[in-house]
């Protein structure tokens, strides 16, 4: 198992003030989205109708404009508790919901993901669920808003998941599941799946990815017969993980951030083909190909970056996995100089001596930048004031006042992102930087 964050393999007690305009929803928008980013499960809403059209505003069109799909949004199905509902139970409705759904809506899983007012009222979602054994594949999550946030709902996914629809199978040799990249929440998840499970097939390697396939259900399914689970966090995923492990026995390693660039993809492949006993032979030629195309196209955008706007200080404002992975690029491969580097997504405790270490010793810069540990947005705004950073690597929530107040240029790299489209762009692999460079360059770039 990974040493990073073991503390984060039991729930999180959440004890947090109220804060201004935080970057993540509620526990139960984190199940609601991780079902709607498997095709084949369709998402059953316990819970009052708000929540289900919130979320479309409040998680998916944050995640870069985008939809929900065709469950999402007010195509999701719910059973539309009001006040009644309160006082006599959901549980009639909730079981005439479910029966209407599996006639209408075709699926390969059901989730049931119950909200605050079935938790509050004693609503036995479980009973209505099993209910139906024999007649369709439905589980139950309980996801209470007030039980924390979307990170959290993507692990209790996972854990109702394991817990009551996979079945022990054989373990395949060179098989992983990629866990920690949670749908929406995460900008590039669309594409930085697809591009990382490409990279490990040319290892020989079948990287199991649960979102973006057609065949998300089987794909789910197949979760227990991984020979190892790779999770791109520091953090968050190790629940989920750990209960792989604890259920089927599949070890677990946790990578720090999604990897951009080179020399963070290959570090990621050889700690994989390490613990799968890859052949070296093929991993170092792998590796060398892929560092000689992403290094001789990294010589275009030379001039634009040297002449243009060289060594310059950056600030970053973001969740955890993609601040590591953008701020070890920008300061390794293109030597800009990171500022203030601010993680907005809570890690527990217990992760963060581990993300510090990755954001100081694991960057190649003298002078190292603040690491803030932060989540409200006034106080984020307040941090950074009166710095020296040029550009600005944040939320849309920033865009208005990085010219302003702080005189810096401002891209968008994390949710949530009001003001670009991303489908299946990623900083991810190999080629990532490159995407990366290549949209940050574009913002000063000529004419020379």
Known sequence: MSRLASATETPREVQQPVLEAPRWSCSLGGALTTGLGIYGVVPILHSGAGCGLGHQFGMTYASGENAGGALGGTGTPCSCLVEEHVIFGGESKLRNLIKST??????????????????????????????FDGKA???????PGFAGTSYDGYELFFEAVTDQFLQARPVEKKTINILGVVPFQHLFWKGTLPVLKATFAKLGVDAN???????????????????????????????????????????????????????????????????????????????????????????????????????????????????????????????YIPDIVILADNPPEAARPAIV???????????????????????????LKNRNFLFL????????????????????????????????????????????????????????
């Not at 594949?137 to 996801?143: E, N, T």
């Not at 929530?397 to 010219?403: C, N």
């Open 357 to 383: 270490h990755e954001l100081t010793d694991g960057i190649d810069v003298a002078n190292k930048p603040e690491i803030v540990f932060e989540a409200d947005s006034h106080k984020i705004r307040q941090k």
């Open 102 to 131: 599996i006639e209408l809506v075709k699926g390969d899983l059901f989730a049931v993901v119950s909200g605050c007012v079935p938790s509050l009222i004693g609503d036995d979602t479980n009973a209505i669920v099993r209910e």
């Open 209 to 335: 990815i649960l979102f973006t396939e057609f065949g998300g259900v089987e794909n789910l399914r197949r979760l227990p017969s991984a020979e190892l689970n790779l999770v791109l966090s520091p953090w968050n995923g190790h629940r989920a993980a750990g209960k792989l492990e604890e259920k089927f026995g599949t070890p677990w390693y946790a990578y720090p951030a999604v990897p951009v660039g080179p020399k963070q993809t290959t570090r990621l492949v050889r700690e994989v083909a390490k613990r799968l006993s890859l052949d070296q032979a093929l991993v170092d030629r792998v590796i060398a190909h892929e560092e000689h195309h992403a290094y001789r196209f990294a010589e275009y955008f030379g001039d634009g970056l040297i002449l243009g706007l060289p060594h310059a200080y950056f600030a970053v404002v973001a969740d955890t996995p993609t601040a590591i992975g953008v701020t070890q690029y920008l300061t390794n491969e293109i030597a």
């Open 393 to 448: 690597l944040a939320s849309s929530l920033e865009k208005i006042t990085a010219g302003e107040e702080y005189g810096a240029m401002h891209h968008s790299i994390a949710f949530p992102s009001y003001d670009r489209l991303v489908l299946d762009r990623t900083y991810a692999g190999y080629r990532g930087g490159l995407a990366l460079a290549e949209e940050l360059t574009s913002k000063w770039v000529g004419p020379l």
């Open 137 to 143: 594949s439905v589980i139950h999550i309980k996801a």
